[in-house]
Structure formats: structure tokens, C-alpha cells
Nanobody
Framework: QVRLVESGGDLVQPGGSLRLSCVVS????????LGWYRQGPGAERDLVAS???????AYTESTKGRFTISRDNAKKTVYLQMRNLKSEDTAVYYC????????WGQGTQVTVAS
């Protein structure tokens, strides 16, 4: 069973930055496309960024230009650098493969508020 451990969430003011990390226990980590997802209060879980096995990133309209996804295959870790955070970015953030194949981790809470 693949284990996902997200970290880096925090309370931050609007306009601030955070860097999220997710360590994945999958032995064949490098063979998977990966994604960061988020679930806001009362909302469904949605994809916010993804990265291919060749490290080609993709973003949604709401995160393009503000978020940067990256991966380190040696560390089996995927990152999400978030800048210019807005209140609507408040959510629990999760990582998973893309498409999501693994059991979800506990996520990490990001709260954007003044």
C-alpha cells in the first residue's frame, strides 16, 4: 500500500507564500505522473497542478502563474510552491498520482487569512 505524507501547510496572510511537500512510499515513484489536489470547505476535491514523468507541469486557470509543481525522484517527493496566496486558496491540500490511484493521505491544511 502506497503511503502519502503531506506537509508544509500553515496559516498565511493574503499575498504570502508556502511550499508544500509530499513524500510517497511508492517504489516506482518515477514512473507515475503526480498531482496536487485540494478540498475547500464544503467543496469537492479538485486537481490544482500536475506533473508528468518528464517533469512537464500543468496548472488550472486559478493556479497558473502563482503555483509551481516540481518533483524529486531520488527523494520520492513532490512539491508545490505557492505564491501570492488568496483567501480562496484555503483548503486541505493532498498529493496523489495523476490520475489518482493511491489511497489518500491526511493532507495538509492551508489557511489564507489576514
Amino acid at each position: 500500500q502506497v503511503r502519502l505524507v503531506e506537509s508544509g501547510g500553515d496559516l498565511v496572510q493574503p499575498g504570502g507564500s508556502l511550499r508544500l511537500s509530499c513524500v510517497v512510499s511508492e517504489k516506482l515513484f518515477s514512473l507515475y505522473g503526480l498531482g496536487w489536489y485540494r478540498q475547500g470547505p464544503g467543496a469537492e476535491r479538485d486537481l490544482v497542478a500536475s506533473i508528468t514523468t518528464n517533469s512537464d507541469p500543468a496548472y488550472t486557470e486559478s493556479t497558473k502563474g502563482r503555483f509551481t509543481i516540481s518533483r524529486d525522484n531520488a527523494k520520492k517527493t513532490v512539491y508545490l510552491q505557492m505564491r501570492n496566496l488568496k483567501s480562496e486558496d484555503t483548503a486541505v491540500y493532498y498529493c496523489n498520482s495523476r490520475p489518482a490511484l493511491w489511497e489518500w493521505g491526511q493532507g495538509t491544511q492551508v489557511t489564507v487569512a489576514s
